[in-house]
């Protein structure tokens, strides 16, 4: 039989409603203690205890003490990677009565304008800035794989990204990843979690209290609309 790296073991850990619901709750990359994963998912204590001890053992979570708490998050940038494509993969699956009404129209607004994919930009924003970056020539797509050209580069470092340190991370260097309400791609990768870093730092776009929806600030939507223009 041909080798499949533990696909199946990760297919069993997504399976479950309960699980599934705290791991799309750690797409905003935070940690969040056993209580409030537990009430997202609707679970006692004691299941939620067990569902998060599996996925621990499994690789998908990693564990951080604080005082007489343990606090939970994503264990690795490409599980993030792997439950966003999941979730596009549905929505595509769905059967096409299903799909009449597209989730771009359906998802809450906030989240389809701008949210955290892990660690890097996702929605709207994020899609019109790849799609901008790669018919300006910034960006050299193959597949999946994405790699930077001589202007992109140069533009990146104008914006204040240190490429050199960014290509040093041990993780893919740039690649798409498929957005779940655009139904298009956005940029992952190390480079993708810089860029989100810079905008924040900018002060272009700001975190929100209660989701992983992102908010644009009236300067950010100013200057994000010059990038690639």
Known sequence: MEYAPGISQLAGLLADPGRAAMLWALMDGRARP?????????????STSGHLARM??????????????RYYRLA?????????????????????????????RTAPPALRQARTCYDHLAGELAVGLFERMSQAGW????????????PGAQAMAQLGIDLGATRRKRRQFACTCPD???????L??????????????????????????????PRGQREIEKVAA
């Open 188 to 217: 992952g990768g190390a480079l993708g979690a810089a860029l989100l870093e810079r905008l924040l730092a900018r002060g272009w776009i700001e975190p929100t209290a209660t989701s992983r929806a992102l908010r644009v600030t």
């Open 56 to 69: 621990s053992d499994g690789g998908l979570l990693t564990v951080e003490s604080r005082g007489r708490n």
């Open 34 to 46: 056993a209580g409030e994963l537990a009430l997202i998912a609707g679970l006692s204590a004691s």
């Open 76 to 104: 690795t940038p490409e599980i993030g990677v792997a439950i966003e494509a999941l979730a596009s993969a549905s929505v595509a699956s769905q059967p096409p009565r299903m799909r009449a009404v597209p989730v771009s």
């Open 180 to 186: 779940w309400s655009e139904r298009k791609p956005h």
């Open 139 to 150: 960006l050299i797509v193959s597949g999946t794989a994405v790699d930077l050209s001589a």
